[in-house]
């Protein structure tokens, strides 16, 4: 069974970036799509981002100018890098795997990181 | 790009059947067969219960199912249990020039 986890600051500074790492543990990474998804305080869930293993990505065109993830393949991570961020930035960060085949159905997730966004 | 709309709330006693409602436009979850359905309890990840309209995950009780007629998926429990008190949330491709993935606001399930 396949494990996720979250890491990072749980802190930014407003115009900072936000970095995340997410661990992947108990499977390879070969063959899936590595996804970010956010979730703002009592809201909705929020589709930031996507990788494959191979290297490929595809990102949430509202925040694509300021997002950039990343993957290790031989440290089995993979990363969340958000630019600029505001208060609006403040969320619940989860990293998920997809279903194999698949970029849109998400049934391995970390148990997510609060990312709080404050001076 | 509108998220999908669901139901703010719905409500069942133990034993009943429910069925919430998943909306969404000609372009996007009207036009692929790639719905999923979320269960989400307080401070947890959100676990799959259903993807790509219909399947089950292994380990996800039969007691849930999920269709789509039209802009409309629904995500049906049978057999209410305490249990399935949760947050439940549906998500879709949001089609090939559109945010890759799209979910609703979420339906929050009280079992009475």
């Known amino acids: 069974q396949v494990q996720l986890q979250e890491s990072g600051p749980g802190l930014v500074k407003p115009s900072e970036t936000l970095s995340l790492t997410c661990t992947v543990a108990?499977?390879?990474?070969?063959?899936?799509?590595w996804s970010w998804i956010r979730q703002s305080p009592g809201k909705g869930l929020e589709f930031i981002g996507y990788i494959y293993y191979s290297g490929h990505t595809v990102y949430n065109p509202s925040l694509r100018s300021r997002v950039i993830i990343s993957v290790d393949t031989s440290k089995k991570q993979f990363y969340l890098s958000l630019n600029s961020v505001t208060a609006a930035d403040t969320a619940i960060y989860f990293c998920?795997?997809?279903?194999?085949?698949?970029?849109?159905?998400?049934?391995?997730w970390g148990q997510g990181t609060l990312v709080s966004v404050s001076s | 790009q509108s998220a999908l709309t669901q139901p703010a709330s719905v409500s069942g006693s133990p034993g009943q059947s429910i069925t919430i409602s998943c909306t969404g436009t000609s372009s996007d979850l009207g036009n692929y067969d790639l719905v999923s359905w979320y269960q989400q309890r307080p401070a947890k990840a959100p676990k799959l219960i259903i993807y790509e309209v219909y399947k089950r995950p292994s380990g996800i009780s039969n007691r849930f199912s999920g269709s789509k007629s039209g802009n409309v998926a629904s995500l049906t429990i049978m057999g209410l249990q305490a249990e399935d008190e949760a947050d439940y949330f549906c998500c879709s491709f949001g089609g090939s020039n559109n945010i890759h993935v799209i979910f609703g606001g979420g339906t929050k399930l009280t079992v009475l």
């Open positions: 998920a795997r997809a279903v194999l085949g698949t970029t849109t159905s998400f049934d391995n």
């Open positions: 108990g499977d390879s990474m070969s063959g899936y799509s």
